[in-house]
Every structure is written in structure tokens, then in C-alpha cells.
């Protein structure tokens, strides 16, 4: 039987406290809100008790960060994509981020095993004064665990629309993709990491967040195979190829947080369920 989840997560600011409030169907859950560095920042776990999706489940969110609120949403785990018969498996998230406000979305791994059918999107539309950071994170099977990705496939989708996109199709029999210098190079995990503003970001905030984020690339075990690029006035992106998803995710904490505190002035703190 397929699941179908559905979960709505709204961000108001009321007396200087941003405060969540969620509504769910199906087997989607936002745990209790917390708030490790003041109110003004609420931090959120969301959970998917089955902890996968097979052929035919669908996971939708809806996220709307209101005026001058600050939302963090994490998960406990990976969200796993696992093989399919035949039906394809869908996660779809639409951020929504108002004037004066920032969300931070920064969900564990995803994992495409082999032989899964899945498409992971993520839709973000921003206000004029509006910015966000978040990533997404894939590894292509559990190399580790000698089960390679060699059937099947994953869809990727990012996009804030009329501003930035990117879209492709990862799929096990495409060597010239997952293989060649040209494409992952034989690299089972990818990342993503992005700063989007609702407006241009002015020259010299952008040149500061990149001359951070390169070099912290070029201190780290990734470095050959990491870059950091403005590729719209509105984004800052860093992508990262690695075997494994451990050094990816170390890179791109590290990078989140200088420019957490260079962007926003705001202290590097992290998720309290990160270091459980």
C-alpha cells in the first residue's frame, strides 16, 4: 500500500518569538519546536516514521517562513528512496519565505538505493527582502555496505522559479554520467549547498560569502572536488562530489556556518538532534 503524506509548517514572529505551527495526514511529523539560540529562531525536526519511501508514496510540505520570522528545519535521519516494482516514488517541498524573514532548510542525506524510482523536488519562492539557506545532499546507494546503485534512478529538481534551476535525471545505466571525468566521476555522493535572496545581493556581501566559502574548500579533504560559484545576482551555490556522505556533510556545515555568521550575523549554532 502507498502512503501519501501531507504537511503544511507555518513561521510567524508574534512579541519577538517566531512560533510554528503545522497540520499533517499521513505518516509526516514536526516534533517539538526549540529554541537553543533565543526565541527569535525556532528550530524544527521533521520525522517520517516509516523512515523510506517506496514505489507510490508521495511526500508533500508546504513551508511558509511570514513576515520577519526565522524557521530551522532539520531531520533525525536520511530519507531513504528505496527499490521500487514499479511505481515511482515522489518527495516534493515548496518553501515560501516572506519580507524580512529567513528559513534554513538542512534535511539529513537523501539515499537513492539501487533499483529505486524517485523524484526529490524542492520549490523556493522569495519575497524581495526575503533569504535562505539550505542544501540537498544525495548519495547513490550504500557503497560501504557493498550495494551499489545499478538499477534504477533519481530525478532531481531545484528551483526558485525565473531565477535559478537545475534538473537532471540520475540514472544507474547512464555511465557516461555517473562514470566519466566529465560527469560524478565514479563518485556514489553529491551536494549541493545555496544562499537565495529575494533581490541581487550587492557586490561585496556576495564576494565575501564566496572568498569564505573557497577557503574553507581548500583547507579540507574535498578540496580537488569542490567548488563555490554565484551563478544568478540572487544565488550563492557550493557544490561537492565525495565517496561517501560523511565528508560532504563536514564541508558543508562548515560553509553554512561562516555564512550564517557573515551573512546574517548570526552565531554558528546547529541543530541539537545533529550531534545526538
Given amino acids: 500500500m502507498a502512503w501519501h503524506a501531507q504537511l503544511t509548517l507555518d513561521y510567524t514572529l508574534e512579541a519577538g518569538r517566531t512560533v510554528a505551527r503545522h497540520h499533517h495526514t499521513g505518516p509526516l511529523r514536526i516534533l517539538q519546536s526549540l529554541y537553543p539560540e533565543g526565541d527569535t529562531v525556532c528550530h524544527n525536526v521533521l520525522v517520517h516514521p516509516p523512515g523510506g519511501l517506496v514505489g507510490g ?22 530519507t531513504r528512496f528505496y527499490r521500487s516494482e514499479g511505481a515511482e516514488a515522489l518527495q516534493a517541498v515548496h518553501l515560501r519565505v516572506a519580507d524580512g524573514a529567513r528559513l534554513e532548510w538542512l534535511p539529513l542525506e ?14 523556493v519562492d522569495l519575497a524581495p527582502t526575503a533569504e535562505l539557506i539550505g ?34 535525471s540520475l540514472r544507474a545505466d547512464d555511465a557516461r554520467l555517473l562514470h566519466s571525468p566529465a560527469g560524478l566521476a565514479g563518485q556514489a555522493c553529491m551536494g549541493t549547498l545555496f544562499f537565495m535572496a529575494g ?12 572568498e569564505l566559502a573557497r577557503d574553507l574548500i581548500g583547507q579540507h579533504t574535498l578540496a580537488s572536488t569542490a567548488g563555490a560559484t554565484s551563478s544568478h545576482p540572487r544565488v550563492l551555490v557550493v557544490r561537492v562530489l565525495a565517496p561517501v556522505v560523511e565528508p560532504v556533510m563536514d564541508l558543508l556545515r562548515q560553509i553554512r556556518n561562516v555564512w550564517r555568521s557573515a551573512l546574517w550575523e548570526q552565531k554558528a549554532v546547529n541543530p541539537r538532534i545533529w550531534s545526538t
Fill in 57 to 78: 508514496d508521495t511526500l508533500d510540505m508546504q513551508v511558509h517562513a511570514h513576515d520577519s520570522s526565522h524557521g530551522l528545519i532539520t531531520t533525525p535521519g536520511a
Fill in 199 to 210: 533581490t541581487a545581493l550587492p557586490r561585496a556581501r556576495k564576494e565575501q560569502a564566496l
Fill in 110 to 123: 537523501t539515499i537513492a538505493y539501487s533499483g529505486c524510482r524517485a523524484e526529490n523536488r524542492l520549490l
Fill in 135 to 168: 542544501w540537498d545532499i544525495t548519495a547513490l546507494g550504500l557503497p560501504l555496505a557493498s550495494q551499489p546503485f545499478v538499477q534504477g534512478y533519481l530525478r532531481q529538481h531545484l528551483a526558485m522559479p525565473g531565477v535559478w534551476m537545475e534538473r537532471g
